[in-house]
């Protein structure tokens, strides 16, 4: 399981350039017009983890497989994108279909690159976004509510469920407030994902700033900085164009670019990491000979739903799980030093799955 992430924004932020680097292709065209980008662009890039390498070579894998996350480039919203302006129909409905939203934010001057406001105010593009996509969802509640009713009258209780969260986050909408600042209790979890409202959805702001401020930031990303903090959102400092020129180096070419820039790791890396904080996922290892596998779950998935993301016989079928945390692994320089050092464990149906396990899952087939 990877995740999906829509990258959202107003045109001519930087969202292309920003897709183009992430997925190392040339697949979404970034040009100096508006709705450069007519069908969603999708990507998928491996999700780097030097750990996972760090297995493979203590146990001789002849092949490394990372997990892997999705990458959706959806064209530029515009004010009155709810109402269909621009292409909005066609981009609100790509972004039900993701798991998270990367608001990706100019925070750059930049005279040869038009703003489609006139201005430079990254946070008043991200209440432009905002607005469109909480009137879309608005719309939303309103027709599905008048649709229940006739289920409600004779008795379906899925129905009465959803008509009960659809006016919760009608209240929300209302008073000008995302969905996702509903409470929602865990038995709700479900029925409320299911609704798909697009303020639901947790979000991420990536503000694109100039090339001197990739390390540290600037003023504008220091803004949209405290906005985050408001609403508990996460925020990444990435320069769109220092990863498109990072995306056509080699990995030794990298490390000496990113060292002259004075950044430690490429914004992909960051960014993949704070999708991950943002979706509270977490990567557990399968290591062998043959290969080295990485995997994606949620914080909390128990050792058989684990199992079940390799495959569905082996969650129907789980017996145990063989275990080693990824740190005792290293250190034991394999499976049978572990085991010599005692760090070996085997876990029940109740385990907790931990970031960074190494598991072997026994199955009856």
């Not at 040339?26 to 999708?42: D, K, L, M, S, Y």
């Not at 029925?191 to 798909?196: A, E, F, H, K, R």
């Not at 080295?292 to 390799?310: D, F, N, S, Y």
């Amino acid at each position: 399981m990877g995740f999906r992430m829509g990258i959202v924004g107003l045109p001519n932020v930087g969202k292309s350039t920003l897709f183009n680097a992430l997925t190392r292709t040339a697949a979404a065209q970034a040009a100096n017009f508006p709705f450069c980008t007519i069908e969603p662009n999708v990507g998928e890039v491996a999700v780097p983890d030097k750990r996972l390498d760090t297995l493979a070579a203590i146990a001789g894998s002849k092949q490394i497989i990372p997990t892997r996350m999705t990458f959706v480039d959806i064209a530029g919203l515009v004010r009155g994108a709810s109402k269909g302006e621009g292409l909005g129909n066609q981009f609100l409905a790509n972004i039900r279909e993701c798991d998270a939203i990367a608001h990706v934010l100019r925070c750059f001057e930049d005279g040869d690159i038009t703003h489609v406001e006139g201005r430079i105010d990254p946070v008043a593009d991200a209440e432009t976004i905002e607005t469109e996509l909480m009137l879309a969802d608005l719309e939303s509640v309103e027709r599905r509510l008048a649709n229940l009713s006739r289920k409600i009258r004779g008795g379906d209780k899925e129905a009465a469920d959803q008509d009960r969260l659809l006016r919760l986050a009608q209240t929300a909408l209302e008073d000008g407030k995302p969905a996702r600042t509903v409470k929602v209790v865990e038995d709700d979890r479900r029925t409320w994902q299911q609704l798909q409202l697009l303020t639901a959805k947790p979000v991420l702001y990536v503000c694109n700033v100039e090339e001197s401020a990739a390390a540290s930031g600037n003023t504008q990303s220091a803004r949209v900085a405290e906005m985050a903090a408001r609403q508990g959102a996460g925020i990444v400092v990435i320069s769109a164009r220092i990863e498109e020129e990072i995306s056509q180096l080699d990995a030794e070419e990298q490390a000496m670019f990113l060292e002259e820039m004075g950044l430690h790791e490429a914004g992909l890396d960051r960014l993949i990491r704070a999708g991950y904080d943002l979706l509270g996922l977490q990567t557990y290892f399968t290591v062998g000979p043959k290969e080295a596998r990485a995997w994606t779950i949620e914080k909390g998935t128990l050792a058989p739903q684990a199992a079940g993301v390799i495959h569905g016989d082996f969650e129907k079928g789980f017996i145990r799980a063989e275990t080693i945390a990824y740190a005792d692994y290293v250190a034991g320089k394999g499976e049978a030093g572990a085991k010599e050092s005692g760090k070996f464990r085997v876990e029940g149906k109740t385990y907790e799955v931990q970031d960074g396990d190494v598991l072997h899952f026994l199955f009856n087939a």
